[in-house]
């Protein structure tokens, strides 16, 4: 019986330094020995990241990972590196960079504290804020564009905690449409069954402007939060690190200048604020 439970104990410290092991290789290191770089994208995030007519995620910030993966195959002097694409969802993406399932999230996630605590973020990949897609018509004639309206909203997106902290239900009486994607805002918009769809600037001008149909809603010009995007990790130095160096290599060089071009020219020249977050972020080697 002694015997057994010295074996049992052996068994058990083993067991614990093979998963110490594990916990201590660095993200880098697991790619290098996989040979496997797994993205995150959302399949209707438009212009972020999206799945396009071919049904392959597109999209600026799919664009940025795959200049990211190739330097990080470089670094790592791999031949080939097998770059998966997997799908996630505002509500799984967390869940999805912590578990392992994917090494970065290439989508328009918005940086806070909160979320530093737990994740780690690249540099700057976009400046935006949260805005208003009304139908036609619809936009309020006074200044107070949240008043009594009914608001879709994504779950689990900052646009939704900054609605709930501006007491949007409470004090304005406005109610909150929680709906799992844009597709479904768009369709409760559609519907009558919300009055507004609250999310970032930069998503509702495209949605607009793809939907085929945009004499048929308008984006308010109220702004009511700042969204400053990142790629978002695993806490790790050295994989964070090569993504930051990746980044800040395509704003040095001007590169990014055809991949903004490429998803939001028909927006428009980029504004200063977005001109300067790329010279602040173009860090020297």
Not at 49 to 55: A, I, L
Not at 75 to 104: C, H, Y
Not at 209 to 218: I, M, T, Y
Not at 236 to 262: E, H, K, N
């Amino acid at each position: 019986m002694k015997q057994t439970k010295v074996f049992l104990l052996a068994v058990l410290a083993a067991l614990n330094l093979n998963a110490s092991a594990l916990a201590a290789e660095s993200a880098l290191d697991q790619i290098k020995s996989s040979k496997t770089l797994k993205l995150g994208y959302r399949e209707n995030s438009i212009p972020f990241s999206f799945v396009g007519p071919d049904n392959l995620p597109q999209g600026y910030s799919v664009d940025l990972c795959k200049v990211v993966a190739d330097d990080i195959a470089r670094e790592l002097k791999l031949d080939k590196l097998d770059v998966r694409w997997v799908p996630v969802t505002a509500q799984n993406r967390f869940e999805m960079v912590k578990s392992g399932k994917i090494d970065i999230e290439c989508g328009n996630t918005t940086q806070t504290l909160a979320r530093r605590a737990e994740f780690d973020f690249s540099v700057m990949t976009y400046a935006d804020g949260a805005s208003l897609l009304f139908r036609k018509g619809g936009i309020p004639a006074g200044s107070d564009h949240l008043s009594g309206q009914r608001i879709a909203v994504v779950a689990g997106t900052t646009t939704e905690k900054a609605l709930e902290a501006l007491g949007a239900s409470a004090r304005l009486g406005a109610t909150l449409v929680h709906v799992s994607d844009h597709d479904a805002a768009l369709k409760a918009l559609a519907e009558g069954r919300a009055t507004a769809y609250a999310a970032d600037r930069t998503v509702l001008l495209t949605i607009a402007l793809a939907s085929g149909n945009a004499d048929a809603v308008e984006v308010s010009t109220v702004q009511f939060t700042y969204e400053p995007y990142g790629l978002m990790m695993r806490p790790d130095q050295q994989m964070r690190l090569a993504v930051d160096r990746a980044l800040a290599r395509l704003y040095r060089s001007g590169a990014i200048v055809p991949i903004f071009q490429r998803w939001f020219g028909q927006l428009g020249t980029p504004g200063e604020g977005l001109k300067v977050m790329y010279l602040l972020n173009a860090l020297p080697e």
